[in-house]
């Protein structure tokens, strides 16, 4: 399977440890997007990458949340000092910029729970 | 700047009955409009998009939906109704001037009776 890939699936950890997930976008996608999704929301975008750029960064994430995607490749999301409100799902999406409808590919998500 | 309103956050019809799901949206530019569908514990997957191409727009398992763009919606529908539609469906809008970041609605859950 070829697909967005995330993990861990499932995070637990306890308040103030620092956590950190993983995206593996299509291959030849250019673009990496993370969103959040809290239980019965819509996800919320939270920044996005075109190669290892990032090019623009949500007023939702504090200062505590860093994201990097060092060789426009893989992406990681870093959460320090978690919080309770920090739980939820961290969805990754990626896509191919070629001037078109730049449709997204969504992963399964990494569920967070923060104690 | 852009929006979305998803009317209803549950809808429960009958196996074979019609699926509509309702998709108001707001936007500054020409909008890209796209259902997406999600199971349990899963990411978002594609039923279809708008483009600024043809306004109704026919995706995966039967779906479809239409840009109205004098009442500003993308309502989903489908003529009838399988057990395996029941998960939460997502209405999203993006434009060509935003990087192509999407803004979701909240969600509908859809609910089939047997």
């Known amino acids: 399977d070829t697909g967005v890939s995330q993990n861990p699936r499932h995070k637990i950890t306890k308040r103030g440890q620092n956590v950190t997930f993983r995206c593996d976008p299509i291959s030849e996608h250019n673009r990496l997007y993370w969103y959040r999704q809290t239980l019965g929301q819509g996800p919320e975008f939270l920044t996005y990458f075109q190669n290892e750029a990032q090019l623009e960064k949500s007023r939702l994430l504090s200062d505590r949340f860093s994201a990097e995607r060092p060789k426009g490749s893989f992406s990681t999301l870093e959460i320090q000092r978690t919080e309770q409100g920090d739980s939820a799902m961290y969805l990754c999406?990626?896509?191919?910029?070629?001037?078109?409808?730049?449709?997204?590919?969504f992963g399964p998500g990494t569920r967070l729970t923060v104690l | 700047a852009q929006s979305v309103t998803q009317l209803g956050s549950h809808v429960s019809v009958s196996e074979g009955a019609l699926v509509l799901l309702r998709c108001n949206y707001s936007s500054s530019v020409p909008p890209y409009l796209f259902w997406y569908v999600q199971y349990p514990n899963q990411g978002l997957q594609l039923l279809l998009k708008?483009?600024?191409?043809?306004?109704l727009v026919k995706g995966i398992n039967g779906f479809e939906a239409e840009f109205k763009k004098s009442e500003t919606s993308f309502h989903l529908t489908k003529p009838s109704a399988h057990m395996s539609d029941a998960a939460e469906y997502f209405c999203a809008v993006s434009a060509p001037t935003n990087a192509g970041k999407s803004t979701f609605g909240d969600g509908t859950t859809l609910t089939v009776k047997p």
């Open positions: 708008y483009t600024s191409a043809a306004t």
């Open positions: 999406a990626s896509s191919l910029v070629q001037g078109g409808d730049n449709e997204q590919f």
